[in-house]
């Protein structure tokens, strides 16, 4: 045994070798280790699921120890590899979760499992499983994987791409002063991040427990409200006016940016109200209320907080179910298609494009309309006093670019499949936001398993692509892309050459 | 004294004037059409002399002076919006969208949309089953085919044609006016580059018209669908649209006129001039082509697999392909429900057209939409960004054709398009808003921004616009109507000269003097 975990004395392996085994390794050890404690639990209860889950984790948790001993990691790895493994890593989740919905027999169709690993671990807000027929095990599993989808996120978002200096400006890490503000290392920035989710999610579960919504009802809604994934419970847990207060406390602080939480826990005020972003989220929130109040006819105030946790649950991308709260107007629909698809701060669990990427794409215009007056001037963006550097913009370009043909993609995809335009457009907004449940035009909720299964298939890549921001998937989409082309041009070239030496 | 230097210098205001030069002619020849065959004559020749006094007085009572570029954009601003509202006059004075329940505001406001929609070439109608367009004199529909060819090359470069005085800044409003990244300059002179343009587009238009009438066409409908084609308008003589007819020739020409009319003009006069088919050696028309066939093929597959028959889907995806991406807007559905109604298609090919609603067709054409080039150089944009992250200090270029774009256009692009989209977001929200589905307020906002014609949901290819749209909501998508065919910024940017004058005449508040105050203020103090 200990010969088979033993670090193996090979050469160091390549950068991107490295990084997509280390990927798989670090994927499988978190949903294994999902797995186990969901085991654990179960068997305080009926116990059916917890052999299963605990027999899957334990081999797939043993299988990624040995192959995290195997690599050896050279001293610098490429931008573009890091960021492939953290998509393997996220695949990785995403299969074994697939494998142990199979294995516990909670869902018997591949196809189904997939849909709903992904939709778990991408922390979207659609589901095709009957939650009252699940285990205590199988419960834990799904918030759980939620939570651990908005973890991924938020590694990426604060402390993976800025210290690869891909989206340094995106992430707030830079002040005007140079002062970053969660850790001068991306190391230590992830260690204050996971402080920080976790705290949160505890004082959020404790605040559920208190708002009586008993103690496996708390957890759940902890996980699936810190990483905005919307996952509910049995019994409607939500229909309880203090619960509802308490989530929309959640939801706020989970769609503010990481930063903003760590200036709050450290008392940086200042910081805080700097920040442009955290400006335009509150007057979003704020705006989008008023408007949802008044064409909902809102007049009480049990009335003006299920319009705000509506309008929360859209804009943070959680997706927490309420009914229409008066009648239902036809812009309704329209202002939380929109307020899923531009989302909640950049550095937050939230899906969509993100705030600031937003505020970036409004300068730009601005830029543009006052360059068609001054052809040759120059003019740098700044959001909050800081500087965006023109490869961000850049960046961000690229982002809404990538976004829109992401939403278009998949709602082609779903409308060739079967569903009519006005449900495919919804879909295809919320897959790519990470965001749900999708509603119809008057309003009612569509349930994701009246959908054929094709139809869900199809949403699960806009999903995954998503919650890893778009571009490390892309990325890594592109590194696959460039490795086959390299081994067909390899082999072309070997043809070649073969043919001329047979001459 | 000279009686020159007595007149008010106002380069708009002169431009505005020849402009409802040309208006009221239209107006007056469709009066005489009137007069052969309609009930309306009388009020139209008023329409056409009110529109001749106010352009001749202000063209006698004004000179052209130096243009600025935030002059430029005034001048073509308003040159359309009041061409467009004067437009309406025939309309409203002849009482065509008078019916029972419609008070005076709403009747002006589907005036001004009929109208603002003509010149835009846009295709969207207010006329319907409640209303239908065969019940109107042949005056009137000649003025409805008119608005969109005058409106089609631009009502300012026919300005220029005939204002020599403008000198090099007529190339400055024809390069506002223009759709896609600049006009091309076809000859030394601005008003001969204006001239050639018109040249071709007439020549174009007459043999439109005569292959309409060999494909069995009458011949007032023959001229009338030659000159909405050409300018890519979509505004037709029938309820119907091209559907009355039901024959594959007379869509066959109509689909060629509008490819025609959504390429480049500059490559059909370089084509008349040369005597060879230059169009092949452009890289955007060559995309262009291909985006129409690749498009069609997907959506008869997709039409196909969803019941219809091989041929008829074949017939039904190349038309809607082609006035869509052309931003034509007719229709062959002959109708509600039938198979040419791709408001009931399936969602798979009616999302392939929705995206063709926002690329248009080419630079320098008549047609609608972000152009191809624009759409071509993004995607080469955002792959260079993609490729950017694996070699992050590679210089990488966009390469467009033979050659290398230049960073300034590649940002200007991007810029357009982030602004389009946000003038759809908006649009759409607020469309919304006024009491629309989710579905019609976004296709009819992406159609007005677009100049295309039908949207998708309640204002589909056989259905009126008065049945999809509120009448605020009505007037918000003219105005888009007019942001979209001067491709947004102008419009914005018109507003500049009289925000400047507004500012020198308003005492200055308290907080712009603590700003100015804070602007003074030496650095570091």
Known sequence: MRTLFRRTSNPDWGSLSSAVATGAAVGGLGASTLGLASGLLDLTSSGADAWSLLSGSVVAGLASVWLFRRVRSPRRHEAADILTGVTVAFLGMVLLG????????????????????????????????????????????????????????????????????????????????????????????????????????????IGYLVAGAGPLGSVLLAASTASTGGFVGPGQPLADPAVQWVAILGMFVAGASMVILWRIVTLQWQGIRRSAEFRTYLLLLSAGTLLLGWWSEAGGPDEWRETLFTLLSAVTTTGFPMEAVGPWATAAPVLLLLAAAVGPMTGSTG????????????????????????????????????????????????????????????????????????????????????????????????????????????????????????????????????????????????????????? | MNPANRRWTSTTAHVCGNALIFVALAMALSALVEVIEGDEAPAMFVAAAMTGALGVGMRRWTRTGVLDRSMVFTAVGATWVLVSVVGALPYVLAGTFVRDGAGALVVLADAFFESVSGYSCTGSTVFGVHNPIEAQGSGILLYRQLTQWLGGMGIVVLVVTVLPSLRASGLGLIDAEAPGEGADRLAPKVVDTARQFWKVYGALTVIGAVLLLAAGMNPFDAVAHALSAISTGGFSTRNASIGYWNSVPVELVVMAVMILGAASFTLHARSYRTRRFVHLVDPEFRWYLGLIGGWTLVVAVLLAADGMAWTRALRMSAFNVVTLGTSGGFGNATGAGSDGDFAVWAAGP????????????????????????????????????????????????????????????????????????????????????????????????????????????EAGPTASFVDGYSTPARLLLATLMLVGRLEIFPMILMLIVPYRSIRQVVPKGPLRQLRERRDQRPMGA
């Open chain 1, 98 to 205: 697939t494998l142990l919905y199979l294995l516990t027999g909670t869902l018997t169709d591949p196809r189904d499992a997939l849909f709903e690993s992904a939709a778990g671990f991408s922390t979207t807000a659609l589901t095709s499983l009957d939650v009252d027929a699940l285990g205590r095990g199988m419960l834990l599993f799904r918030a759980g994987s939620q939570w651990v989808g908005g973890l991924t996120a938020l590694l990426l978002g604060v402390a993976i791409l800025p210290a690869l200096s891909t989206d340094r400006e995106l992430a707030d890490r830079h002040t005007g002063t140079g002062r970053k503000p969660l850790a001068p290392s991306g190391g230590r920035a992830a260690g204050n991040v996971l402080r920080l989710y976790v705290g949160f999610t505890l004082l959020l579960g």
């Open chain 2, 350 to 457: 009616q999302v392939m057209l929705l995206l063709l609603l926002v690329v248009g067709g080419c630079t320098g054409s008549t047609s609608g939409g972000i152009k191809v080039i624009r759409l071509r150089i993004g995607v080469a944009h955002a792959y260079r960004a993609l490729r950017a992250m694996r070699r992050p200090r590679a210089v990488l270029h966009v390469r467009y054709g033979d050659g290398t774009v230049p960073e300034s256009l590649v940002e200007r692009i991007a810029g357009f398009m982030v602004v389009f989209g946000m003038f759809a977001v908006i649009g759409t929200v607020l469309v919304a808003a006024l009491g629309t589905d989710l579905v019609t307020a976004f296709t009819g906002v992406i159609e007005a921004l677009g100049n295309m014609g039908p949207a998708f949901g």
């Open chain 1, 351 to 503: 899906g969509g494009f993100q705030l600031f990427r937003m505020l970036g794409l409004v300068k730009l215009a601005r830029r543009e309309l006052m360059r068609q007056l001054h052809p040759s001037l120059i003019a740098r963006i700044r959001i909050g006093g800081v500087v965006l550097s023109e490869a961000s913009v850049g960046r961000i370009v690229l982002q809404q670019f990538l976004f829109v043909a992401i939403v278009v993609g998949t709602t082609g995809a779903v409308g060739i499949l079967g569903l009519d335009l006005a449900t495919a457009l919804a879909a295809g907004v919320h897959a790519a936001a990470t965001a749900g449940p999708v509603r119809a035009l008057d309003g009612t909720f569509l349930e994701a398993a009246s959908w054929s299964r094709p139809v869900r298939l199809a949403l699960v890549p806009a999903m995954l692509i998503g919650r890893l921001a778009l571009y490390p998937a892309l990325v890594a989409i592109g590194t696959a892309a460039t490795g086959i082309q390299n081994r067909l041009r390899l082999r072309w070239r070997w043809n070649a050459l073969a043919k001329g030496r047979d001459r």
